[in-house]
């Protein structure tokens, strides 16, 4: 090995799986997106028909390919023992319980594959090439339908057990308290994800006080609410503040547990960050210990490329191992 080194940059297959939607991507190793796809997960069909959906997708973005790809990073939604390839127990899609996910995909396509927590993959991809490039202590948080995250310590990304740390969605932030989808209640996730944003928002709508956000009941989404607080709305605008301080409770937590320099906020919610941003870096400051309150809350930089390009560039990582550079 060592011949090929040359112009042209190494490329690998980065495939964020969800349970709505499969993305596959062509990612060289600066972290460039080449080619990318999508399709809708046959999330009931059956873990065979979902490997063989991301047996598809690598294969077209291997014929796009110059040159033949490393192989497949896979981000997937945990709980799964990355180390050892396998889905433990993902709610969102039918027959992945206890399923040796890497393996059966690397039969279907004939390419190494190497599994990633999904959290852990996108903070992987904005700590190589988005907003944490530079940061040896970072932590990276998604609040999206869910809360996920993933924590670079040290330098080194921290996987703990199975690859499963960064679960911190499932922090508990409130005594029998709101439920989750994980069956516990009081999660983060449960009071501060989009979901339960838009749950809080839909409830003050149906209530009494004259607002905006009764006009686009039904239609109500995050960005609606995020509009009307804009626009003046003194509820939506109260809706956007209690969000801020959910979000910032727990964001005070994580720099309490692992003292990064930089928290990196990503997910659809990270879209409001331009009014959202200041208000939950205020709140973490509030509730944070003293020598903790410098530390900056930023806006992730890849958006939904993150665990794309993150799951991608393990293949760059695992081949320079094995090259032992
Ligand atoms: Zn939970």
Known sequence: MGSDIGPSPRLAVGIDLGGTQIRGALIDETGA???????????????EAVVAQIADLAGVMSREAPSPVLGIGLSAPGPLDAANGIALATPTIAGFT????????????????????????????????????????????????????????????????????????????VRDGALCACGHRGCFEAHASGTAFLRRAREAAAGDPPSRLQASEGALSAASVFEAAEAGDALAGRLVEEEAELLGLG????????????LV?????SRQF????????????????APFRAVPLVAAR????????????????????????
């Open 302 to 325: 890849l958006g939904d490329n993150a665990g794309l390009v993150g799951a991608a560039s393990l293949l760059f990582e695992a081949d320079r191992f094995s090259r032992g550079a």
């Open 33 to 47: 997106v080449l080619h990318r796809a999508v399709m809708a997960t046959a999330a009931t069909e059956g873990a």
């Open 265 to 269: 906020m990503g997910g659809g919610m």
């Open 98 to 173: 206890d399923f040796p996910l890497a393996r059966a995909v690397e039969a279907r396509s004939g390419l190494p594959v190497l599994l990633e927590n999904d959290g852990i993959a996108a903070a992987i991809g904005e700590w190589r090439f988005g907003a944490g490039q530079g940061a040896d202590h970072m932590v990276y948080a998604t609040v999206s339908t869910g809360i996920g995250g993933g924590i670079v310590s040290d330098g080194r990304v921290l996987r703990g057990r199975m690859g499963m740390a960064g679960h911190i969605g499932h922090m508990t932030i």
């Open 274 to 289: 331009a009014r959202l941003g200041p208000l939950v870096e205020a709140a973490m400051r509030r509730a944070a210990l």
């Open 251 to 262: 964001f005070a937590s994580l720099l309490h547990l692992y003292s990064p320099q930089i």
